[in-house]
T-cell receptor, first 116, second 115 residues
């Protein structure tokens, strides 16, 4: 099956610094990728839809200047948390849409971000 | 707006017991329905999906789910659980025909199976 790699799996940073998370589709090209955020014992909440070669579409309430998304190639999307604060600590998960047109998503393993 | 409701937050079963996890969605149009599983320390994996056709769908590892349109439900079942089924289970929905539409997830159900 299709594999999505997410890196890093865990990051700890100081308040005010920026953190970049990478999401790669390893064996297929993904024109559409998604970024989710998961709070403890909560569901995955969609943050944004990332489309290759165009600007990401952000969900209501998600600050696009804080969560920068870049989808510069068909196999890589990045999420940068700028000027991170403790309230940004969370589990971030990316997914890539099936390239064959099926409405299926393949998920990365997630990134645990802890902001001190 | 679409939403997904999972009724059971935490289910505890003994091995060989039968499992049914409830999932209801709210959306008036045609939907695609999914169940994902997340084993401890691992990424989300697709258990099964419903797009159209037979409302009883079979997935991996002996799981099945039934789409009941009149009840807006897509409950997950397994006749006999194993210890290795211990995981977090998420029901999800999206609307087909909308290119790139993301999934709307339920809050998840934690299944703990004791041996």
């Amino acid at each position: 099956g299709a594999v999505v790699s997410q890196h890093p799996s865990r990051v700890i940073c100081k308040s005010g610094t920026s953190v970049k998370i990478e999401c790669r589709s390893l064996d297929f090209q993904a024109t559409t990728m998604f970024w989710y955020r998961q709070f403890p014992k909560q569901s995955l909440m969609l943050m944004a839809t990332s489309n290759e070669g165009s600007k990401a579409t952000y969900e209501q309430g998600v600050e696009k200047d804080k969560f920068l998304i870049n989808h510069a190639s068909l196999t890589l999307s990045t999420l940068t948390v700028t000027s991170a604060h403790p309230e940004d600590s969370s589990f971030y998960i990316c997914s890539a849409r099936d390239p064959g047109g099926l409405n299926i998503q393949y998920f990365g393993a997630g990134t645990r971000l802890s902001v001190l | 707006a679409q939403s997904v409701s999972q009724h059971n937050h935490h289910v505890i079963l003994s091995e060989a017991a039968s499992l049914e996890l409830g999932c209801n969605y709210s959306y008036g149009g045609t939907v695609n329905l999914f169940w994902y599983v997340q084993y401890p320390g691992q990424h989300l994996q697709l258990l099964l999906k419903y797009f159209s056709g037979d409302p009883l769908v079979k997935g991996i590892k002996g799981f099945e789910a039934e789409f009941i349109k009149s009840k807006f439900s897509f409950n997950l079942r397994k006749p006999s659980v194993q210890w290795s089924d211990t995981a977090e289970y998420f029901c999800a929905v999206n609307a087909p025909g909308q290119a790139g539409t993301a999934l709307i997830f339920g809050k998840g159900t934690t299944l703990s199976v004791s041996s």
